[in-house]
């Protein structure tokens, strides 16, 4: 209702609204499971159903999308010029997820809901996880972990404040800060080594919450790679912080409300 009413206030046409979120999301805009909000089976757009010109169906494509916010937020970088490559883009934030474009394409798996790389584990034996696992990537370098490694546990910090406050410190050279930088750096190395092992990609973006503190995550991440990923002596990986940052998400959202339009303009035309 806010964007909407800023929309209007810029005499903007609103075109379509599409809505990121940090979990499981199916085809129909249902919200499966995202544990670090609590939501479990929530039906994103009958809640929203309110909002009436939100949920009007264009030539059969509802006016409102619900996607995956990591899946968003790799679409962004995909179309802020990375090209047509093939990438694997971390979203660093409380949780983490992954979004992995091959040949220019998202890759979204069967059901929509590949990228849960938060979710793979670091130490089998390492501690419980909302997911029900152990050792989990996200109990190491998940927002949460990184504050209180980095003694900043509770300090009740918004999202894109603590990746701030964390840089700020590593630049100080504060060490508490920079050692659980690059514990999570390790972490992330060890989990995207696997990956680029499995898929074969030459680049890993970090994004999200990562891209503020890409200059200390890197070089861990980039050193468990060179000792664990088969190829890297005679094709290294690039490792990078994304180009849009913090706003990546929102920004790819956006996009895609566009780029559906772009697709089928007919249905668009009609309406105006
Ligand atoms: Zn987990």
Wanted: hydrophobic share 45%; glycine share 12%; proline share 8%.
């Amino acid at each position: 209702a806010q964007a909407r009413a800023d929309a209007d206030a810029q005499g903007l046409t609103l075109a379509g609204a599409a809505l990121g979120v940090p979990g499981l999301v199916d085809d129909t805009g249902r919200v499966r499971l995202a544990p670090n909000l609590s939501w479990r089976d929530v039906p994103v757009p009958e809640l929203l159903a309110a909002l009436p010109p939100l949920t009007e169906t264009v030539e059969g494509v509802p006016a409102l999308v619900v996607d995956n916010e990591a899946n968003l937020a790799a679409l962004s970088e995909l179309h802020a010029g990375a090209g047509p490559g093939s990438f694997l883009h971390l979203s660093g934030e409380v949780g983490i997820g992954a979004g992995i474009v091959l040949d220019g394409a998202l890759f979204r798996g069967v059901r929509g809901w590949s990228g849960e790389i938060g979710h793979i584990p670091v130490r089998p034996d390492g501690p419980p996880c909302r997911c029900g696992g152990r050792g989990c990537l996200e109990r190491y370098a998940g927002q949460e972990a990184i504050l209180a490694a980095a003694g900043l546990a509770g300090a009740d910090l918004p999202a894109d404040t603590a990746s701030v406050r964390l840089a700020q410190l590593a630049e100080a050279g504060e060490p508490t800060a920079r050692h659980a930088l690059h514990e999570a750096g390790t972490a992330i190395g060890i989990t995207v080594s696997s990956v680029i092992n499995l898929l074969d990609l030459d680049t890993v973006v970090l994004g999200g919450g990562y891209a503020p503190l890409a200059p200390w995550i890197r070089p861990p991440v980039l050193a468990e790679i060179e000792r664990r990923v088969l190829t890297a002596a005679w094709s290294p990986v690039t490792v990078r912080p994304a180009t849009l940052g913090a706003t990546a998400a929102a920004v790819g959202a956006a996009g895609s409300v566009v780029r559906r339009i772009i697709a089928r303009p007919a249905g668009w035309l009609a309406r105006l």
